[in-house]
């Protein structure tokens, strides 16, 4: 007889979800609420009654369930016991509740501080409730929203990583780690895609990872969403994806292979081309010396993100992060998977575009070793332009 899933691996299964804890006997708020997360987020609101595990007790669903949700929602209008035991446990796991009370009620000082929407009572209050829950949700779970307006398409499954990071030599050896150091734009990407679409989508639905030397031949023509990092380099099915994006429109970019000028040891030596009223120009890198072996390799660098629904498949996404070197490809690949820089992707495009995924767009990224070690982190990436092109 197989073993008994843990009550964690169960909620795991589950997609994202809000959680919330309220008195056993009182329902009359909660299918407001959750109506309210799903318009709002687009997230399944659950209480503990939700979590179908048989043979496992109360406590440890919501125990479960707490440690996994986005997050945590509590009515403390009774300031039952349960309840607050609850709350005390979410505060304990760094998940600070959202609190919503009944207009009158007493609430315990010990709560000062956690923020506090208030239903009921007044006709005003209780219709400003939703539009409170709504401003407080959003401001919450902003992250997840950009993730979902930045990476998921129409048809989100299945979804593809496409990578090959390039095989380190000794000398690329940084202090104090193992060898890694021409591979970092590509871990960028990789751990920032697998991390973003799991605080989307749950374990269990994660996009995965496979190699763009040693794929499939159709790969790129298969119903799928692809993600591809690097340049045409390591990954070959990049430059001609990205014509296909591009469709001939301006600016238009090129990652080509300087074949004809002698490469820093280990690191792809590629230009980046912008071409634009028919005038082409190469974005030019800097070149310095980093790392244990202090060797030269390019210490700032361009990259690009070019997004748009895949040529063949309309409902499905494909989505670029390339650079030259490196560095480049590390700066694209932090700018399309740190909400920070999402969010300013966001606001420098046309109102939409970001959530329109039938239109494509571009982003131009400028990353600089900032690192005593040679690498890269999200205080050295800067966006420097972003544009869409025309349907």
């Known amino acids: 007889m197989p073993p008994k899933d843990t009550i964690g691996q169960i909620v795991d299964r589950l997609k994202p979800f809000v959680f919330m804890l309220m008195p056993f006997s009182d ?13 709002s987020v687009d997230l ?14 109360i406590c440890e669903k919501v125990y479960a369930s707490i440690d996994r949700a986005v997050l945590v929602i509590a ?28 207009e009158g009620s007493d609430v315990s000082s010990n709560l000062d501080g956690l923020e506090r929407i208030t239903y009921g009572g007044r006709r005003e209050t209780n219709e400003a409730f939703p539009r409170n829950l709504r401003e407080h949700l959003k401001v919450r779970l902003s992250e997840v929203g ?4 930045m990476l998921e398409s129409d048809a989100p499954h299945p979804a593809y990583i496409v990578a090959h990071p390039a095989h380190p030599g000794p000398k690329s050896k940084v ?3 193992v060898w890694d150091f021409r591979t970092f734009g590509d871990n960028l990407g990789i751990l920032g895609l697998i991390s973003a679409f799991g605080l989307m989508w749950g374990e269990p639905r994660n996009v995965e990872l496979i190699s763009a030397k040693f794929h499939a031949p159709k790969l790129s ?8 990092i690097g340049s045409g380099k390591v990954n070959p099915i990049v430059p001609t994806m990205l014509e296909q994006l591009q469709k001939g429109r301006e600016p238009k970019w090129e990652l080509v292979d300087r074949v004809a000028v002698a490469a820093p040891e280990g690191d792809a030596y590629m230009r980046l081309y912008r071409t634009v009223d028919g005038k082409r120009e190469e974005l030019q890198g800097k070149l310095g010396r980093r790392g244990y072996w202090k060797q030269d390799l390019f210490i700032e660098d361009y990259g690009i993100l070019v997004r748009g629904p895949h040529p063949r498949h309309p409902d499905r996404l494909v989505l670029v992060m390339a650079g030259p070197h490196s560095v480049g490809t590390g700066a694209a690949c932090l700018a399309a998977t740190r909400s920070l820089f999402i969010r300013q992707i966001k606001e420098m495009l046309p109102e939409g575009t970001l959530a329109d995924k039938r239109r494509a767009f571009w982003v131009l990224v400028k990353g600089k070793l900032n690192r005593p070690n040679g690498m890269l982190d999200m205080d050295g990436v800067n966006i420097e332009e972003a544009g869409v092109y025309d349907i």
Request: include cysteine.
């Open 221 to 228: 023509k298969d119903d799928l969403n692809l993600y591809l």
């Open 146 to 149: 950009l993730f979902k307006e």
């Open 175 to 177: 202090l104090g780690q």
């Open 75 to 102: 009515d403390v209008t009774s300031s039952k016991p349960n309840v607050m035991h609850e709350v005390g446990y979410a505060i304990g796991k760094g998940k600070d509740p959202l609190l919503i009370v009944r």
């Open 27 to 39: 329902w009359s708020e909660f299918e407001r609420v959750r109506d309210t997360v799903r318009e």
């Open 44 to 57: 399944p609101c659950y209480t503990a009654d939700d979590i179908k595990a048989s043979g496992y007790n």
